[in-house]
């Protein structure tokens, strides 16, 4: 099992940039690199959207076509924790952020129909003008 907590959001002026953390915390005998880690996003009233999507040894990212370029997922696999940068942030981007566990691939698109295995709590990202 995986535990998975975000850290990081706040309130962030409209162009600015902001980091988002997930720390995994690992229950049994399993390791962090057992695991693709996604990135997801969700606003009132609406269905939660996949962000993007990082390989088991992070060679290979994946994003939502309309996000990419502003958004950077990464993983150290050391620290077991990813990481979500966004820049140019727009009052779009104002949402919950949750980062996600999945031992399928990014490429099986688990990650795009948000079916990911593990769920953290999230953390909020209000951007203002």
């Known amino acids: 099992q995986v535990h998975l907590e975000e850290s990081g959001g706040g309130l962030v002026q409209e162009g600015g940039s902001l980091r988002l953390s997930c720390t995994a915390s690992l229950v049994g005998f399993t390791s962090f690199t057992e695991y693709v880690i996604g990135w997801f996003r969700q606003t009132p009233g609406k269905e939660r959207e996949g962000v993007a999507c990082?390989?088991?040894?992070?060679?290979?990212?994946f994003y939502v076509g309309s996000l990419e370029g502003r958004f950077t997922i990464s993983r150290d696999n050391a620290m077991h924790t990813a990481s979500l940068q966004i820049t140019s942030l727009k009052a779009e981007d104002t949402a919950m952020y949750y980062c996600?566990?999945?031992?399928?691939?990014?490429?099986?698109?688990?990650?795009?129909?948000?079916?990911?295995?593990?769920w953290g709590q999230g953390t909020p990202v209000n951007v203002y003008s």
């Open positions: 990082i390989s088991k040894y992070g060679g290979t990212d």
């Open positions: 996600a566990a999945d031992p399928v691939d990014c490429g099986d698109d688990k990650w795009r129909r948000v079916e990911m295995e593990y």
